[in-house]
Nanobody, 124 residues
Framework: QVQLVESGGGLVQPGGSLRLSCATSGQTLDYPAIGWFRQAPGKERQGVSCISGTAGNTYYADAVKGRLTISRDNAKNTVYLQINSLKPEDTAVYYC?????????????????WGQGTQVTVSS
């Protein structure tokens, strides 16, 4: 099993930035792919970024490309998501998830373990 704990969400003004953290523990080597997803009220969960295992390849959804940066610190078992130029439509609960494959994708069903989420609200 893998445990994931997100942090770093909050209320931010449009144009601001946030760095979300996803701390992982447990069988992390068996679930190397980490994805970030978000879910706004009344909408489906949407994959925004992921980072693969050993190679550390990164992928971004077209809707957020250029504003997000995903990175991982293997020594801390933590994956980060830097979000810049925040917009009101970025408001959502952000989740991280761990997947079994060495690559990563943005489909929720590729992931086996999920964190509890952190709320990001973009408003003036």
């Amino acid at each position: 099993q893998v445990q994931l704990v997100e942090s770093g969400g909050g209320l931010v003004q449009p144009g601001g930035s946030l760095r979300l953290s996803c701390a992982t523990s447990g069988q992390t080597l068996d679930y190397p792919a980490i994805g970030w997803f978000r879910q706004a009220p009344g909408k489906e969960r949407q994959g925004v970024s992921c980072i693969s295992g050993t190679a550390g390849n990164t992928y971004y959804a077209d809707a957020v490309k250029g504003r997000l940066t995903i990175s991982r610190d293997n020594a801390k078992n933590t994956v980060y998501l830097q979000i810049n130029s925040l917009k009101p439509e970025d408001t959502a609960v952000y989740y991280c998830a761990a997947g079994l494959a060495m690559w990563c994708g943005l489909a929720p069903d590729e992931y086996s373990y999920w964190g509890q989420g952190t709320q990001v609200t973009v408003s003036s």
